[in-house]
């Protein structure tokens, strides 16, 4: 009888030191996947701040130049400089966002499991639940949302605006003629409908609490 508890008790001791390394290794994972995450958020407020400076700067040139094929040019990079930044910022987001899926799906239940714990590490689902408040309201302030206004107001419109500007000086002044004038306002057009469409696709990307929970 001793010797069958003897040996039973290594073989237990061989368990929990196996599932103490695998906690180990979900665990770091995991915080190395949270400083990225993190990582890529701070760039995105650094891609905000550009834009907007970048927009200021040119904005106040365009008002001091006299000469109108310069300020069409100013518009002109503008515009490309702001959907460049644009499409820079929707690739970190859809990267964070299948970062916090893969926690989500793989990290976290893997580490509940062997914890034998369903209370752990559930932030990656708390942070995406609506708020209870009014439905506009809510939609609003959930994060999708948030980062659907960011990509608007901070990319998109001042790519459109500038864009739009430009050509407005194009035909008052008659600018069609370079043909490279053309060929960076026909790729600055096609920058923005990739913008456009990432964006979409980053929102739909974004899951939503109803789904997760099927």
């Known amino acids: 009888m001793n010797g069958k508890a003897n040996k039973s008790e290594p073989v237990s001791k061989t368990a929990e030191s196996h599932q103490d390394i ?37 904005l106040s040139v365009w008002k001091l130049v006299n ?26 987001q859809r990267h964070i966002i299948k970062v916090s899926n893969y926690i989500n799906n793989r990290v976290a239940p893997s580490i509940r499991d062997i914890s034998n ?17 009014p439905n506009l309201l809510a939609d609003l302030l959930t994060t999708a949302r948030r980062g659907i206004l960011t990509v608007t107001f901070m990319f998109f419109l001042p790519s459109i605006f500038t864009l739009g500007l430009a050509l407005y000086r194009m035909d008052i002044y008659n600018l069609w003629d370079p043909w490279y ?6 790729v600055t057009g096609i920058l923005i409908l990739i913008l456009s469409v990432g964006g979409v696709k ?3 990307e974004w899951p939503l609490e109803e789904e997760r929970n099927v």
């Not at 180990?24 to 701040?49: C, F, P």
């Not at 040019?73 to 400089?81: C, I, K, R, T």
């Open 117 to 133: 714990n369903t209370e752990l590490l559930k932030w990656e689902e708390e942070a995406r639940r609506p708020f209870k408040f």
């Open 202 to 204: 980053w929102f739909r």
């Open 67 to 92: 000469f109108p094929s310069e300020t069409y040019l100013l518009m002109l990079a503008m515009s490309f400089v702001s959907s460049c930044l644009g499409l820079i910022w929707v690739a970190g």
């Open 22 to 58: 695998a906690v180990q290794s979900w665990l770091a994972e995991y915080q190395a996947l949270k400083n990225e995450m993190l990582s890529l958020a701070r760039g995105g407020d650094t891609l905000i701040g550009i834009n907007i400076l970048a927009l200021g700067i040119i």
């Open 181 to 186: 004038f053309k060929v960076l306002f026909i």
